[in-house]
T-cell receptor, first 115, second 114 residues
């Protein structure tokens, strides 16, 4: 069964450094998402991306965040200047474009630890 | 605004017991979509079931069943004859029509004891 893949599984970064989290969505999906989950807390929406542009973003997704689809398969989340509070599990997801009830399929996540 | 409440923080059952996970949601939209996801100890999020707001028919799929009641804004999920492998955190999620974002509840940790 096709799946969303994320790399790396764990990223350790010094505060203030830039980090790029990578995702390969399911190949025939057209909507892409990033969510985060701070340890022990609920999953929070960051951003959705469709047709090479952001379609929706949350208040969390401020100027230090950006997303990109650099080629036909990868989808990346960049955090420009990391803060301690950015430590979380980051999930990438994708869904088919048609149908309101199409589920979002999630990757295994990247655990980001900011030191 | 939309909100999902999972009042049960943690549930512990013995294998083969049935268990129901509660989910109550709030939304102003008349059309919306509800989902359940499972997060096992390994950390990934696994899609389980979905329901449209305009379809209140309850269904059974294997050991899983769900009870959607629009009148009480509830979307409860039942596991029949629970197994140790069902031990995980279960999240209920809501998506309003016209939006892409999923709003998650805080999750219910289910522990199934052998």
């Amino acid at each position: 069964e096709p799946e969303v893949t994320q790399t790396p599984s764990h990223q350790v970064t010094q505060m203030g450094q830039e980090v790029i989290l990578r995702c390969v969505p399911i190949s025939n999906h057209l909507y892409f998402y990033w969510y985060r989950q701070i340890l022990g807390q609920k999953v929070e929406f960051l951003v959705s991306f469709y047709n090479n542009e952001i379609s929706e973003k949350s208040e969390i997704f401020d100027d230090q965040f950006s997303v990109e689809r650099p080629d036909g398969s990868n989808f990346t989340l960049k955090i420009r200047s990391t803060k301690l509070e950015d430590s979380a599990m980051y999930f990438c997801a994708s869904s088919e474009a048609l149908g309101g009830n199409q589920p979002q399929h999630f990757g295994d996540g990247t655990r980001l630890s900011i030191l | 605004a939309q909100k999902v409440t999972q009042a049960q923080t943690e549930i512990s059952v013995v294998e083969k017991e049935d268990v129901t996970l509660d989910c109550v949601y709030e939304t102003r939209d008349t059309t919306y979509y509800l989902f359940w996801y499972k997060q096992p100890p390994s950390g990934e999020l696994v899609f389980l079931i979905r329901r449209n707001s305009f379809d209140e028919q309850n269904e059974i799929s294997g050991r899983y069943s769900w009870n959607f009641q629009k009148s009480t804004s509830s979307f409860n999920f039942t596991i029949t004859a629970s197994q140790v492998v069902d031990s995980a955190v279960y999240f209920c999620a809501l998506r309003n029509t016209g939006r892409r974002a999923l709003t998650f509840g805080s999750g219910t940790r289910l522990q199934v004891q052998p």
